[in-house]
C-alpha cells in the first residue's frame, strides 16, 4: 500500500493521469527529503498505475486515435504554453511602455489601436509590398525579403512602405551615437564646396588609367593658394600624390590641385558621365538624399563622382568577395572624403543650423554628436589662419543658440521641437600612441573645463579588430577618471565597443574584449555592443534592474550591416540585448556614409525581429532621453515631451489608417491595394545607380 505521504495512483482519484503526474513533479520539488529512495517509490507507484491502466490492452494504433480528441492532455498544453507567453510578457523589456490594462483612457484606446494597426501594416507589407512568401517556387523578379539587406531594399522602403512613412512620424527621442561630419549628405556638401575657391582635392594616385579611378582615395581641404603649385595636375602620369607621402612638408606644394581646376578638366574628359539629374533646390529645406527625398541638388560629372567616394555601395557593402577589413578600409576612405569638405569655417558654422534642420525633420529632440577632435585646427576660409578646438567649440555654441533664436521667432513652431542643443563627446582614434593619447585626455579635460555644458563624454573610435584595445590605455584612462573625479568634472565613457565579431582589441587574445574594459572603467554607455551577448557575466552588468541603472548600449544596427557583422537586420543581436534586460537606443551612427536616417534605424528595428511593437519604440525613445548626458530636470522635461509628441503621433495613425485600410484587427486587403496605389508616389529614380556606375569610358 502506497503510505500517505505518497501519491495516489490515478485509477484510485479523479484526476487525469497528466495532473496526478505534475502534481508528483510539483511534490517533488516542494519536499526536501525527496531523494533517490523517495525517486524509486514514485517509479513503482507509477508501474502500478500502468499494469492497471484498462486502456493498456488497446492496440497502440486504436489508443492513439482515443488520446487525440483527451481535452485535458490538450488542456494542460494550453496552460503552460499560456503560463510561457504570459511570463514572457510580464517581463517584457518594453512593458512600462505600455499602457495599463484596464486603462480605457483615449490616449490609451488610440495607443491600443495604433500598436494594432502598425502590426497589421507590417505583416501586410511582409507579404504583399515585399511578397516573400514560403513556397517550392522561385521567387519573381519583384520579390524582396522584408528585414533582409538594407541597400537592396532601401528603394523598396522609401518608395512603397507605409510602415516607413509611420517610422518618419515617430518621435524619437534623442540620438546618442552619430559622427559629428556625417548628418548631411554628399550632395550638400559638395555644392556647398562650390563656392569655396580655395578649395583643394588631392589623390593617392594619378588618374591617368581607369583603374586608378576605381581604386583611389580622394581628400578634401581648404588651404592658402600661395602654399600650392598652380600646375599640378592630378590626371597627369607625373602627379606624385600616394598613400605613404602625402604628411610629407615638402610634398604639400605637389599634390593639392585646385578643386575648380580639377572639376573643370573631369568634366571635359568625360562630357557624357554621370550627372545627378537636376530638380528644383528649396533652400529652405534640408537637403539628403539618404532620406527617402530625391535629391534637388544638379551635381556635374566630377562632382557625381566624387560621391561615389563617399558613400557605400551595395557592391562595397555587400560584394561577394568582400571582407570585413575591405569595407572598412573603404568607410575610412569615405570618412576622409567627407572631412576636408566640411571642416573649414564656412561651412562647419553653416553646418550645425543644417544638421539641427535635420535631426528635428526626423523628429529628435536632442543629439549628442562626435567630433574627432585630434586634429587640432580646422582652416578657417583663406586656408591660411587656423581655428583651434576651442573656436570650434564656441562655433557649435553659437550655431545652436543661432538656431534656438530662430525657433523661438518662428510662431510656427514649438520651442519643444528642439529644447535642450547639442552637446558633444571628444573622440579620438585607439590607433594612437600612449604619450599623444596623455595630452588627448589633458586637452579634453582643459576643453570641459571651458565648456562644461557642451562636453559630455569621451570616447575611443576605430576598427577594433586593429590594435589597440581600451585596456591598451589603462594607466591614462584611470588617470583621466580620477582628475576628472578631483576636479568635479563629469566626463563619461561612451566607447565603441563589442562593435566586432572577434571581440579581441585588435589581438588574437580573447582576453582583451573592450567590453571587459569598458566595464571595469565605468562607462556609462557603450556604442554597438553587437559582441556583448557572448559575455553572460557581463551583461548582468549591463542590465537594467530595480537597483542598477545599468550600461546603455547605443545600437547602430544600419552601420553593424554594412560593415559586415551581419548580413541583414533579422540577424542583428539587439533583440537579445532587449530581451536580457539590458537598455537600448537607436541611432544612426554615420547617416551620410550609409545613407540611412533615423527614420530608417526605427522602421529596421520594427521589422527585424516579429516581437517589435509600437511600445517597443516607445521604450527605445525613453531610453535615449534617460540616458542621454542631460541634466535630471531636463532628462524630466524631455520625457514629458515625448509623451505629449507620442499621444498626438498615436492619434495620427489611428485618423490616417483605421478606417482607410483595417477590418477588425487585421488589414482588408481590398482596401489596402487600392489605399497603397493612392498614397504612394511613384518610385523615383535610384540615385545611387547614377552615383556608382563606375568610371566613364574617356572621350
Ligand atoms: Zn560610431
Redesign the pocket.
Known amino acids: 500500500m502506497p503510505s500517505e505521504s505518497e501519491p495516489k495512483p490515478s485509477s484510485e482519484s479523479e484526476e487525469s493521469p497528466a495532473s496526478w503526474w505534475s502534481k508528483c513533479i510539483s511534490t517533488m520539488k516542494r519536499t526536501p527529503s525527496a531523494g533517490r529512495g523517495r525517486k524509486i517509490s514514485i517509479q513503482i507507484g507509477k508501474q502500478r498505475a500502468l499494469d492497471m491502466d484498462p486502456d493498456k490492452d488497446l492496440k497502440s494504433r486504436d489508443l492513439f486515435e482515443s488520446k487525440l480528441g483527451d481535452a485535458s492532455a490538450i488542456q494542460e498544453y494550453d496552460k503552460a504554453y499560456s503560463a510561457l507567453l504570459e511570463a514572457e510578457e510580464n517581463d517584457a523589456w518594453d512593458r512600462k511602455a505600455r499602457p495599463k490594462s484596464k486603462s480605457r483612457s483615449l490616449s490609451d484606446t488610440n495607443e491600443r489601436r495604433a500598436a494594432t494597426i502598425i502590426h497589421a501594416i507590417r505583416e501586410y507589407e511582409r507579404r504583399v509590398t515585399f511578397g516573400n512568401l514560403p513556397s517550392e517556387a522561385i521567387p519573381g523578379a519583384d520579390t524582396l525579403d522584408m528585414g533582409g539587406q538594407f541597400l537592396t531594399n532601401k528603394e523598396r522602403i522609401d518608395a512603397r512602405s507605409e510602415l516607413f512613412r509611420i517610422a518618419k512620424l515617430v518621435p524619437k527621442g534623442a540620438l546618442l551615437?552619430l559622427?559629428f561630419n556625417a548628418e548631411l549628405d554628399p550632395d550638400r556638401l559638395l555644392k556647398e564646396a562650390r563656392e569655396m575657391d580655395n578649395m583643394y582635392i588631392r589623390s593617392i594616385l594619378p588618374l591617368d588609367n581607369t583603374k586608378a579611378y576605381a581604386e583611389t582615395e580622394m581628400v578634401f581641404s581648404v588651404l592658402d593658394p600661395n602654399d600650392i603649385n598652380t600646375d599640378v595636375d592630378i590626371f597627369s602620369s607625373g602627379y606624385t600624390g600616394r598613400a605613404d607621402n602625402w604628411k610629407k612638408p615638402e610634398m604639400q606644394k605637389e599634390i593639392w590641385m585646385k578643386w575648380s581646376a580639377f572639376k573643370s578638366k573631369y568634366n571635359e574628359k568625360f562630357p557624357g558621365g554621370d550627372r545627378q539629374a537636376p530638380t528644383p533646390i528649396d533652400t529652405k529645406k534640408p537637403v539628403r538624399i539618404c532620406d527617402d527625398e530625391p535629391a534637388t541638388i544638379e551635381l556635374d560629372p566630377a562632382e557625381t563622382w566624387l560621391k561615389s567616394k563617399m558613400i557605400l555601395s551595395q557592391e562595397e557593402a555587400y560584394g561577394q568577395t568582400q571582407t570585413v577589413n575591405g569595407v572598412w578600409a573603404r568607410f575610412n576612405q569615405a570618412t576622409r572624403c567627407f572631412k576636408g569638405l566640411l571642416n573649414y569655417e564656412e561651412v562647419y558654422r553653416w553646418y550645425i543650423g543644417e544638421a539641427i534642420e535635420q535631426l528635428i525633420k526626423e523628429k529628435i529632440m536632442y543629439a549628442e554628436l562626435?567630433p574627432m577632435l585630434l586634429d587640432k585646427f580646422i582652416p578657417a576660409n583663406n586656408g591660411k589662419d587656423k581655428l583651434d578646438n576651442a573656436t570650434q567649440m564656441r562655433m557649435i555654441t553659437e550655431g545652436v543658440a543661432a538656431k534656438q533664436a530662430q525657433i523661438e521667432a518662428d510662431p510656427q513652431r514649438s520651442d519643444d521641437e528642439f529644447p535642450f542643443g547639442l552637446k558633444i563627446v571628444y573622440c579620438t582614434p585607439r590607433s594612437i600612441p600612449k604619450k599623444m593619447m596623455q595630452e588627448e585626455m589633458k586637452q579634453c579635460i582643459e576643453l570641459k573645463e571651458q565648456f562644461p555644458n557642451l562636453i559630455c563624454g569621451f570616447d575611443l573610435?576605430g576598427a577594433e579588430d586593429r590594435p589597440n584595445h581600451i585596456g591598451f590605455y589603462k594607466e591614462e584612462l584611470v588617470a583621466f577618471r580620477k582628475t576628472c573625479e578631483t576636479k568635479g568634472l563629469h566626463i563619461p565613457f561612451l566607447f565603441?565597443a563589442g562593435e566586432t565579431l572577434l571581440d579581441t582589441g585588435g589581438s588574437g587574445d580573447p582576453n582583451k574584449s573592450n567590453l571587459f574594459a569598458s566595464v571595469a572603467l565605468k562607462a556609462e554607455r557603450i556604442?554597438?555592443g553587437f559582441a556583448l551577448m557572448k559575455h553572460p557575466h557581463l551583461v548582468e552588468k549591463f542590465k537594467r534592474t530595480p537597483t542598477q541603472k545599468g550600461i546603455c548600449v547605443e545600437l547602430?544596427p544600419i552601420?553593424n550591416e554594412l560593415l559586415h557583422l551581419c548580413r541583414n537586420i533579422k540577424e542583428h543581436p539587439f533583440p537579445e540585448l532587449l530581451a536580457a534586460g539590458v537598455p537600448c537606443t537607436v541611432n544612426s551612427?554615420?547617416p551620410s556614409l550609409f545613407r540611412n536616417s533615423m527614420n530608417h534605424e526605427f522602421y529596421q528595428i520594427m521589422v527585424g525581429a516579429p516581437t517589435m511593437s509600437l511600445y517597443s519604440w516607445k521604450q527605445l525613445a525613453r531610453w535615449s532621453i534617460e540616458y542621454s548626458c542631460l541634466s535630471s530636470d531636463q532628462i524630466k522635461r524631455g520625457l514629458s515631451i515625448l509623451e505629449e509628441s507620442w499621444r498626438t503621433f498615436c492619434k495620427d495613425i489611428v485618423d490616417r489608417y483605421d478606417k482607410a485600410l483595417m477590418d477588425g484587427d487585421e488589414i482588408n486587403d481590398k482596401r489596402a491595394e487600392l489605399f497603397y496605389s493612392h498614397q504612394l508616389k511613384p518610385q523615383p529614380e535610384s540615385q545611387e545607380g547614377q552615383a556608382q556606375e563606375g568610371i566613364p569610358e574617356e572621350d
Open positions: 551615437h559622427h562626435r573610435v565603441h556604442g554597438h547602430c552601420s551612427d554615420n
